[in-house]
């Protein structure tokens, strides 16, 4: 059995404790034993010095998106270069069990490296389980796991379809939440804001949650509004939960757009408020005051109804009519264009040679390249465009992060995909920055910068708290039995480099990273190793 003698360093168990000298051993997949500083290795050990640096637990991502780049390249360069260690996806849509009539399972995330040959693959996928077994088949250098996404829920039942669903409908549903639950789901991942999960109603998803409830799981969700209705939102999940059993957790908290900014400090007594009566919820953040998305979000939710947005917006008439729902909306719908305002929406992945010229330019600035207002250039973009067209939107303040980073029930989530920049075709530039840097710039900026936390807190933050949260057992924290998810890093280098402008520049600090005793970042490079297991919200439950 191979083993690593971790020595020299500054030992952070992922509890929140502070930093103590100590010398760790990795046998095979887990610690073997931690012990005090300067003890002889073990004969044959690989010794590894540590000495000026942090040995921390691997971190954990608890809102991936890494459902198509894991299955092309599963060495997700971007998360591992920042001591990530596990990925948790789900929000919204996940390709798995695969929907009646769609074209595959990647409608948002698109295929896995273009390949055409998972669209067969993935029409066979009849249980949510079947995608993670693709994936254990193709390997990752980093653990993975998934809830099941709520939209995908709501097409199973009934397709992009508006209303109330039947009784059969919401029985078909949650039998597909059950089977997600039994093959190892943490739970069911919403995202409110999106067709056609967004024609969900609340009485829907409480039934729903009570299939995850049953198996002791999570309801984890983008609330039906973060900008002017946040609180609604907010109350709306906790009524679902409350309904149903099933524990609460908030997807990137933030208040979006600036009417909304005060209203965080009311969200977070709120939820403090329902804690400290007993009940079950966390959130996860992402480090950036800009958000990410699809164009199409600009455009109000029923104007996807039945998956026909580009044909709406061929038709004269229909345009018209959705135009107007962006020039005024009616507060039904979170207006994202508006809140963002042109200068402050910014368009990326434009593939057609036509529009390469827009990036990296606001859709301010597009519109008046095409003499257009900029309702007109974005739908003109959505409609021309052959594949999905995302958009960065400023709409948070900074103030905010920090406020929301001292509640010790707040964890991290990138809300992005982990790849290698080297081989996007624009070298990732035009992506979002939290892809390349939220677990970096957590440890360089709000840390060592800032002082808003302490480095033995935010590095509990990234792991031992949302190993608790996802019931994870042996992962999170540094201890003997536990598997060997370790990460040593500078914390007087550590910084993210990423940016609006460049999205595609590696976090630098993290020196080597181990995977369930397997080293996959040496000295800063990815050895290519791929040990990652899958996880499952499941594994030692069963049905209450």
């Not at 075709?425 to 440890?443: E, K, Q, W």
Request: aromatic share 6%; charged share 20%.
């Amino acid at each position: 059995m191979s083993q690593t003698w971790i020595t020299g360093g500054t030992l952070l168990d992922g509890t929140g404790t502070p930093g103590r000298r100590a010398d760790l051993l990795i046998e095979g997949e887990r610690i073997a034993r931690i012990s005090g500083p300067g003890g002889p290795a073990p004969a044959g050990a690989e010794v590894v010095d540590a000495t000026g640096l942090t040995v921390a637990p691997g971190f954990i991502d608890v809102m991936s998106h890494s459902v198509s780049t894991l299955l092309h390249d599963g060495l997700s360069v971007g998360k591992v270069t920042q001591g990530v260690t596990t990925e948790i996806m789900g929000e919204g849509w996940t390709p798995a069990p695969a929907v009646e009539g769609e074209a595959h399972g990647f409608p948002i995330h698109g295929l896995p490296g273009e390949d055409a040959a998972w669209i067969e693959r993935s029409r066979g996928w009849t249980r949510f389980g079947d995608w993670l077994s693709a994936q254990e088949e193709v390997g990752a250098a980093v653990n993975f796991g998934s809830f099941i996404g709520g939209a995908t829920v709501r097409m199973a039942g009934r397709g992009h379809a508006e209303g109330d669903s039947t009784p059969e409908q919401i029985a078909q549903m949650r039998r597909v939440v059950r089977g997600a639950m039994e093959d190892g789901a943490f739970g069911m991942a919403t995202a409110l804001i999106y067709p056609p999960g967004s024609y969900a109603s609340t009485d829907e998803l409480a039934a729903l949650c009570e299939e995850v409830a049953a198996f002791g799981g999570i309801y984890i969700t983008h609330m039906r509004s973060e900008s002017a209705a946040i609180l609604d939102g907010l109350e709306e999940a906790l009524d679902i939960t409350g309904r149903s059993g099933a524990r609460l957790h908030l997807y990137h908290l933030k208040a979006a757009g600036e009417a909304a900014w005060p209203k965080m400090e009311q969200l977070i007594e709120r939820v403090n408020a329902e804690r400290a009566a007993g009940r079950d919820i966390s959130a996860d953040m992402y480090l950036y005051t800009a958000g990410g998305t699809g164009l199409a979000a600009l455009a109000p939710p029923w104007a996807s109804e039945g998956d026909q947005l580009v044909e709406r917006l061929r038709d004269p008439q229909s345009r018209a009519t959705i135009r107007q729902a962006i020039l005024e909306p009616d507060g039904t719908w979170e207006p994202l264009g508006s809140l963002a305002g042109p200068a402050g929406a910014f368009p990326v992945g434009l593939k057609l040679p036509e529009h390469r010229a827009y990036i990296g330019k606001s859709l301010a600035d597009i519109a008046q390249a095409r003499g257009q207002d900029w309702i007109d250039a974005a739908l003109d973009l959505i409609t021309l465009e052959p594949e999905r067209v995302g958009c960065l939107l400023h709409l948070m303040t900074e103030k905010n992060i920090e406020r929301q980073l001292l509640e010790p029930w707040v964890m991290l989530g990138s809300d992005a995909a982990g790849y290698d920049p080297a081989l996007q075709p624009d070298g990732g530039t035009t992506g979002h920055p939290r892809a390349m840097g939220n677990f970096a710039r957590l440890l360089g900026h709000y840390v060592r910068e800032r002082g808003v936390l302490t480095l033995q807190d935010a590095v509990h933050r990234m792991t031992g708290l949302p190993a608790g949260h996802l019931r994870l057992t042996d992962r999170g924290e540094l201890r003997a039995g536990a598997f060997a998810d370790v990460v040593v890093f500078d914390p007087a280098t550590i910084q993210d480099r990423a940016t609006y402008a460049d999205a595609g520049q590696l976090s630098t600090g993290v020196r080597d990273v181990w995977v369930n005793g397997v080293r996959v970042l040496r000295d800063g490079q990815h050895t290519r190793a791929l040990p990652g297991h899958r996880l499952s919200g499941s594994q030692q439950r069963s049905p209450q």
